[in-house]
């Protein structure tokens, strides 16, 4: 293996002073393969796939490394961005403006797809709002979506062991962040695994699902109808009994007027829920005139970035 790493390597030096994998290859135990690149801000935009056994399916996931990277310079930090509803592995990348910041601030980011693709369960693709597209970061329990709807076990089990394994980031000097449905992801990711990220931010994020409307379309198909089984993956449920042996810190900014924010986000009852908790260093921002969209996440990303820096870099 570590010839075969050394050929690997040597390869991709002679193409990219970044060593950058090349498309078309697979990289290391993983089988990783980069489908795309694009240098931009004066790092690289890319592209990957690699089969879930978490999901039956072949899952898309894209990468941006700044200028910085090198697969021989020391571990760079990582953010982990879950997007929102409809949205796949490109939403965030392409419409955000992310990259300026995380080149100047030496992060790499790693953005997954919303959902399993090409499952074809009964309804999977009837509604935006639930099915493909919209895999709420859980781990379905309810059939038919049991059999391969665990985005939850996805992320944890497979995306970051595999961005560990083959690219050159730090395990210690990591952050989760997302919008709407990845907000709720990044949430409840964040508070059921004290100590794997160093800090989370939301944009707009549905922040009880049990209650709003979304939420409980969601959680009745792939959960049930037994709502005991729901706290799990509700953030403001978790944040409720949430401990930690110092405070974790967190970042929500809302734009106040989402047409969402009343019957669907429901962003004030986590904040109120957070804000009482000693465990929970909430950073709240209300927004003035903002709403639900990417002209809102893309004015405000910088200072999202901002934000994490203080603890990843």
Not at 253 to 263: E, I, Y
Request: charged letters at 20%; glycine letters at 6%; proline letters at 4%.
């Amino acid at each position: 293996m570590k010839f075969e790493l050394r050929l690997h390597f040597l390869c991709i030096m002679l193409f990219s002073n970044h060593l950058m994998p090349l498309i078309g290859t697979s990289i290391m135990a993983s089988k990783i393969t980069e489908t795309a690149r694009q240098k931009y801000f004066s790092g690289y935009q890319c592209n990957y796939e690699h089969t879930s056994s978490e999901l039956s399916c072949l899952m898309k996931f894209a990468v941006f490394f700044p200028p910085n990277y090198s697969d021989q310079a020391d571990k760079l930090p990582v953010l982990f961005f879950l997007s929102g509803l409809t949205c796949t592995h490109e939403n965030f990348s392409w419409k955000s403006g992310m990259q300026k910041y995380a080149a100047e601030k030496g992060i790499v980011v790693v953005m997954p797809d919303t959902s399993p693709r090409g499952s074809d369960h009964p309804k999977e693709h009837d509604d935006w709002d639930f099915g493909s597209g919209a895999g709420f970061y859980l781990d379905a329990t309810n059939a038919p979506w049991k059999e391969n709807y665990r985005m939850y076990s996805y992320v944890l089990k497979e995306l970051i062991p595999a961005v560990s394994e083959n690219f050159n980031v730090s395990e210690e000097n990591r952050a989760i962040s997302g919008h709407s449905m990845g907000g709720h992801g990044s949430l409840i990711i964040f508070l059921k695994n004290p100590g794997m990220f160093k800090c989370c931010t939301a944009f707009a994020p549905i922040s009880n699902p049990c209650q709003g409307l979304w939420g409980v379309k969601a959680f009745t198909n792939y959960l049930g109808e037994d709502k005991s089984t729901w706290n799990a993956w509700d953030a403001t449920e978790l944040a409720k009994t949430f401990t930690s042996g110092s405070p974790v810190n967190v970042l929500v900014c809302q734009g106040d007027t989402d047409k969402f924010l009343k019957a669907e986000l429901l962003t004030q009852n986590f904040v109120d829920v957070a804000g009482q908790n000693e465990a929970i260093k909430l950073d709240y921002r209300l927004r003035e005139g903002y709403d639900h969209f990417y002209p809102y996440i893309a004015t405000h990303v910088e200072e999202h970035f901002d934000y994490i820096a203080n603890f990843i870099c």
